[in-house]
């Protein structure tokens, strides 16, 4: 600790010690006001880890201790000047915060309508926002005396971004993986190797997301008090979406400074893609209060909205308990959790963050989806626009913000979240490409 | 043992009403013996051989008999009750498909029915319903291992009210305070889950276990029930403080998936 400059509080080590960045719309006062606060604290829900009726802990009553030892660490450091300043510390030098917010001029003058602003959350280090998250919980992790982490993947970014952080800090870590996700994301497999993680594959059920959730939990709970699960997601039982949010918190918190900075004024629209829900959670979080500002989550539509081709919990799901918690889900008559599909190894989850069900209800944010085809046109369109490939994940959320824009005015403002790279993808969507599946739209 | 205290505590409160399952598990330790608990997977081998071995359970002296509800996504079990549990989905088993089995065979079985199973389900079915069918079928308690003390009170009170026991759940890292927290609302037995971790990966038994018993023995005056890893007699050999109940899953439905019966496996205890 002694190593790390203390960056809080106060603004004051900031001016000085960051370099410039080329003069983007992030200038050094919107970083000052954005990463200089720190972090308001979480709003005590009414029951701790609730959000209206959602959440909550439903785990075996053995787990209940972890998790309540993992909830009083948080409360203990979400604040701690220390503590942040160590966050600060590896957010800024090691993923490179803060992340642009970038103009799409090309791209808003061909839809002729809105604004289009991305949140670069794709530059940072491992090209997604998942590593906020992953350094703030590998630093609880610190704080707890754990020697092992563990985690489960879809993608394999938050795999990826786990075994990045637990070999910055030097722990051991092993990852579960769908052995389908793993063979759709046999580079993510390998980058995890190289970087220490062992890599397990699950062969149960659907061998996607839920299957290695599963598996992670047990082997989790085998282990558990030298152990500490690393979530990806703002799902799972509290404390987590509570410290996902947390984490993630950090985009919006940014977007926020910087659109008034570009702009002087807030945003009409804030869109991003909704897996688990942690960049939605991240970039919503700083905006809720701002009740001019539509929030808006995008949903994997897949082939189209029946059951078995789409991963649109909310917008297709009901209320129901999977995974520790209470949240719009996708299941069957059974209550069994449903089979999901999506294009994009990140979005295949038959659940959702608790928080987002509630926003949904209040109608405080919406949600929407976009199909697996409008995902790859909006893939190829920012592409060859603006030089920058999004993710497949992200591209959700760019497609529906592509819709959404002619329609409004031209000094009317959307944010989307960018919220990783498109490089994990290209194999994938070349494989299409050449198997004459897919014709990227000529622009 | 715990049996005299109970009769104690009855005793003194004779308009208490006593749990279905609290008095079997009593009249077996009178009888100087554990009470056996055997937990089956619904529908595991088949459809058909699970009504089977439910009788062979039955006739083979089980007090309790704990049935499995499958759930495809059952994070407090090792892999031996997950692949049981898959199956028996594989086979086409529901909750309605158990609750209507069991109506149709109401009063069949000697042994008291305990249906296990995870929350989803039981929330999608709808929790009146699910009490009223559950009492018509002759259902006298639940386990909901994903249901802590802290979500439980819808379900509990609508059990209740049918005299159907939500059974508590402790475990090796469950302390005293909280134990006392689910005494204060326990009924049935207690459920002593023997390991951290999941049902069925280790052989034996961790050396924790008679703390466990003794630190749960102090918090509740209900009878408890050991399982998680218990195959045979000896394993319980040296324990200060023997359980009143013991729960076969995993090594059960091993015993029945290499082609034995499940009369058979009871044999050993008795
Ligand atoms: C780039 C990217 N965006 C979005 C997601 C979806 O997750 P969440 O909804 O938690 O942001 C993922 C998940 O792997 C991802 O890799």
Redesign the pocket.
């Known amino acids: 600790m002694s190593t790390i400059p203390r960056m809080f509080p106060a603004g004051v080590t900031y001016g000085g010690t960051l370099p410039t960045d080329g003069g983007c719309a992030c200038t050094a006062a919107a970083r000052a006001a954005s990463l200089a606060t720190p972090p308001a604290p979480p709003a005590p829900p009414a029951r701790d880890g609730l959000f209206g009726p959602y959440g909550g802990q439903y785990v075996p009553e053995h787990i209940k201790p972890v998790l309540d030892e993992l909830a009083a660490t948080f409360e203990r450091y979400h604040s701690d000047p220390d503590f942040l300043a160590e966050l600060e510390y590896y957010l800024t030098r090691y993923s490179g915060r803060q992340t642009p917010l970038f103009l799409c001029a090309n791209l808003t003058a061909r839809l002729g309508g809105a604004k289009i602003y991305l949140k670069r959350e794709?530059l940072n280090h491992l090209?997604?926002?998942?590593v906020n998250n992953t350094i703030g919980q590998i630093l609880l992790a610190k704080r707890m005396g754990k020697k092992k982490v563990i985690a489960e993947?879809?993608?394999?970014?938050?795999g990826v971004a786990t075994a990045a952080t637990a070999a910055l800090m030097g722990m051991q870590c092993t990852i579960h993986m769908g052995a389908e996700d793993m063979e759709r994301q046999k580079l993510n497999v390998f980058r995890m190797r190289m970087m220490g993680a062992e890599v397990v594959p699950a062969m149960s059920g659907q061998r996607t997301l839920k299957e290695a959730v599963d598996e992670a939990l047990a082997a989790w709970l085998g282990d558990a008090e030298n152990t500490f699960y690393l979530l990806?997601?703002?799902v799972g039982p509290h404390p987590y979406p509570r410290i996902v949010r947390h984490f993630q918190s950090v985009i919006g918190r940014e977007a926020r400074a910087q659109v008034l900075e570009a702009e002087g004024r807030l945003p009409d629209c804030c869109v991003?893609?909704?897996?688990?829900?942690?960049?939605?959670i991240?970039l919503f979080a700083d905006f809720i209060a701002d009740e001019g500002v539509r929030l808006i989550g995008v949903e994997p539509a897949g082939r189209g909205l029946s059951y078995g081709d789409h991963a649109a919990t909310l917008c297709m799901g009901s209320p129901g308990v999977m995974h520790g918690f209470h949240s719009y889900m996708l299941k069957d008559e059974a209550g069994e959790p449903a089979a999901v599909y999506s294009i994009?190894?990140?979005?295949d989850y038959p659940g959702v963050?608790p928080e987002h069900s509630h926003l949904k209800d209040l109608g405080r944010a919406e949600y929407a989806s976009v199909t697996d085809a409008e995902a790859l046109d909006a893939f190829f369109v920012l592409s060859r626009a603006e030089g920058i490939i999004p993710?497949l994940?992200?591209s959700h959320a760019l497609a529906h913000a592509m819709k959404l824009a002619p329609a409004m005015g031209r000094d009317a403002i959307i944010v989307v979240n960018l919220?990783?790279r498109g490089d994990k993808d290209v194999a994938q969507v070349e494989e299409m490409v050449s198997a004459g599946l897919v014709t990227p739209p000529t622009l | 043992m715990s049996a005299a205290i109970h009769t104690d505590m009855n005793d003194m409160l004779p308009e208490a009403p006593v749990s279905r399952l609290e008095a079997r598990v009593a009249a077996a330790n009178a009888a100087g013996r554990p009470a056996l608990v055997p937990f089956l997977t619904a529908g595991f081998p088949t459809l058909d051989r699970f009504w089977e071995e439910m009788d062979g359970l039955d006739r083979g002296g089980a007090d309790v008999i704990e049935i499995g509800v499958p759930f495809s996504d059952p994070v407090a079990d090792g892999p031996v009750v997950e692949a049981a549990s898959l199956r028996a989905l594989e086979n086409g088993v529901t909750l309605r498909w158990i609750l209507d089995g069991l109506k149709a065979r109401k009063d069949r079985y000697n042994a008291e029915l305990v249906l296990m199973g995870y929350y989803n389900p039981f929330l999608q079915y709808g929790l009146e319903n699910l009490a009223a069918d559950a009492a018509a079928a002759g259902v006298a308690g639940f386990i909901v291992p994903d249901l802590p003390l802290e979500e439980d009170a819808e379900m509990r009170a609508l059990l209740a009210a049918r005299g159907i026991d939500l059974i508590a759940l402790v475990g090796p890292n469950t302390s005293e305070e909280r134990m006392a927290e689910y005494a204060a609302v326990a009924s049935g037995y207690v459920y002593v889950v023997s390991v951290l971790g999941i049902t069925g990966v280790r052989e034996g038994l961790p050396p924790e276990v008679p703390q466990t018993l003794a630190r749960a023995r102090k918090a509740f005056r209900l009878p408890l029930a050991l399982g998680f890893g218990i195959k045979e007699p000896k394993q319980l050999e040296g324990f200060p403080d023997r359980p009143d109940a013991v729960v076969f899953g995993s090594a059960l439905l091993r015993h029945i998936d290499a082609g034995n019966s499940a009369e058979s496996f009871l044999a050993a205890w008795k």
């Open positions: 794709d090209g997604a926002h998942k993947t879809g993608a394999g970014q938050h990806g997601s703002a991003a893609c909704v897996g688990g829900g942690s960049n939605a991240g994009s190894a990140g979005l963050g993710a994940e992200s919220s990783g």
